[in-house]
């Protein structure tokens, strides 16, 4: 099955600067990769996805790329902010009759202000 | 707020009892799906429903099962609980069939048992 894993686990940077989380996976027929944010004591939210048919994608201070040679995808963040401090979870899928995701351990960013 | 409902927020009970978990998935989503949220573990998924139908299994446990009514709100049955079981428990809703549509989570219940 499919094996996601995310590095490095903590990640602490100055407000202000760019942070990027890597994640890798083994599956080569995954073709979906969300991206979630945890705040304590709420639920994961999706922030940003992409597919297997696009290299980049961008949303405002995030973006994130898919290396499907390399079977690695980040998430960039910009101009980080003291809100951005959270869990980032990576995730992983196919399509087959049994898909489902499957997450990274998770990366603690902490935003210095 | 994601649109995603669950009931309880949290959940002490003892060894051995049995809990029922509650979720409502977003207006229009026909998908349900439920994880578990451990600090060793990590995000697993447990199982998804397509309106009404099973339609994929994790690594759920035999004591565990759930099931999505006709109103497609969605119930996990958790029952012998161990000591192991304490975790956060997430169901997410999506609009499609397969896991590659977008999944919105649920504030989570926080299961403890004693």
């Known amino acids: 099955g499919e094996n996601v894993e995310q590095h490095p686990s903590t990640l602490s940077v100055q407000e202000g600067d760019s942070a990027v989380i890597k994640c890798t996976y083994s599956?080569?027929?995954?073709?979906?990769f969300p991206w979630y944010k945890q705040e304590l004591g709420k639920g994961p939210q999706l922030i940003i996805d992409?597919?297997?048919?696009?290299g980049e994608k961008k949303d405002q201070r995030i973006a994130v790329t898919l290396n499907k040679t390399a079977k690695h995808f980040s998430l960039h963040i910009t101009e980080t902010q003291p809100e951005d401090s959270a869990v980032y979870f990576c995730?992983?899928?196919?399509?087959?009759?049994?898909?489902?995701?499957?997450f990274g351990k998770g990366i603690t960013l902490s935003v210095r202000p | 707020d994601s649109g995603v409902t669950q009931t309880p927020k949290h959940l002490i009970t003892a060894t051995g009892q049995r809990v029922t978990l509650r979720c409502s998935p977003r207006?229009?989503?026909?998908?349900v799906y439920w994880y578990q949220q451990s600090l060793d573990q990590g995000l697993q998924f447990l199982i998804q429903?397509?309106?009404?139908?099973?339609?994929a299994k994790g690594n759920i446990l035999e004591r565990f099962s759930a099931q999505q009514f006709p109103d497609l709100h969605s119930e996990l049955n958790l029952s012998s609980l161990e000591l192991g079981d304490s975790a956060l428990y997430f169901c997410?809703?999506?609009?499609?069939?397969?896991?590659?549509?977008?999944?919105?989570f649920g504030p989570g219940t926080r299961l403890t048992v004693t």
């Open positions: 599956d080569s027929a995954s073709n979906y």
């Open positions: 995730a992983a899928t196919d399509t087959g009759a049994n898909s489902k995701l499957t």
């Open positions: 992409i597919r297997s048919n696009v």
């Open positions: 997410a809703s999506s609009v499609g069939y397969n896991s590659d549509y977008e999944q919105y």
């Open positions: 429903y397509y309106n009404g139908e099973e339609r």
């Open positions: 207006s229009g989503d026909l998908s």
